[in-house]
């Protein structure tokens, strides 16, 4: 019995070792990108469509080690920096007139959440999301470049 414990006691703290490596290999092969934050206006519905790399935007505020995204009330954001890469953590907000804040839930397919697509835009430097239910993501059309 002594030795089942030791043996699986063993497996555990090689298999935890190799996670961390992994993941260590990881940030330093993509980078590490600190946060983003997107302030979302509060009630705000719909696709978000985010550009980078525009030199007639303001660049991205930052906040610690976060870079603070501002979407407009018609679902725009822009920004003079380029598409953060790499792994980080990202949280999106609803942000009320008053100044409070609601925490918006990235979606998993039938279990609900508020932010729904998140990848690539319809043009290039562009990045876009859902904001809204599920079954109102689903029967959305994705925005068309406008470039």
Known sequence: MKRVVLAVTFTLGVTAICLI???GL???LQGAGG???WEIPGGYRGWVVAEFNRAH???ARV??????YSVSPSGQACTSGPSRKGWMYTRYDYV???GTR???SVGVWGRGGDIWGRS???GPQQEMFFVGTESSFLASSRPQSHE
């Open 21 to 23: 490596v992994i993941m």
């Open 26 to 28: 990881g940030v330093l």
């Open 35 to 37: 946060a983003e934050v």
């Open 57 to 59: 935007c303001p660049d």
């Open 63 to 68: 906040t610690g080690s976060s870079w603070v």
């Open 96 to 98: 009320f007139s008053d």
């Open 102 to 104: 609601t925490p918006l």
């Open 120 to 122: 690539g835009g319809p």
